[in-house]
């Protein structure tokens, strides 16, 4: 990056991976980087342990897909997903493409342009004094305007209302509107995990003006 960036995300490590893990890390990772030179369709930011990823995979297997997660445990827990026994990666999920890190150091090269942006359940930092951390600031929105094709979406789910509001007021100050907000509930690890004490997911659809 080259100016330095606010850190949006919380650890990048969790518990130590298991051997077979590892070995995805070092011999299957470097092989799925994404690559300017293919058609790159969708990405996904913030993947989690990547279930929406591999959902996205099956659902368009002539498109390529893009997760950035800069979290090391969800990376190792998709590509564990998507490679079978013999650490090969199954031929679903061969359009799969991954970044280990902040979305923000391949955004700012503006050499993608995506059809669909996915955000769902960025973190909310939820504390006044962590509001700068909120990763859907204008200036972000605009960095994901600028690599996103003409008519193409960015698609944003969160079950933090009182995040979907600054969103929403965030939105007002970029060169993006709002053309939707009704789609049917995705189901990823953080939702399913936060249903029993938060509310239902709201979804913001933006577009270019
Ligand atoms: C609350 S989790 C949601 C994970 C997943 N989308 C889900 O719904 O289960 C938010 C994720 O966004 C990731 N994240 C935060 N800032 C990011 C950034 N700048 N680039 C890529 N991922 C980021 C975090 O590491 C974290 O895994």
Redesign the pocket.
Known sequence: MEKQEIR???RRHGKKLSIRKNLLMENILPKICPNESESNDILE????AGEHVRELAQEYPNKIIIG????VN?VAALLSAICDDNNEIRPEYKNIRIFPD???LILNQNKFKFSTIWI????PWPKARHEKRR?LAAEFLNLLGSNLKANGQIIIGTDHWEYYDWITEQVKNTNLIICNSKIETIE????KKNMAHTTETKYIILTHK
Do not use: K, M, S
């Open positions: 949006t995300f919380g930011i913030g993947f989690g950035a997660e800069p979290f969800g902040d979305v923000r769902l359940h960025p973190d990763l990823t690890r953080y939702q």
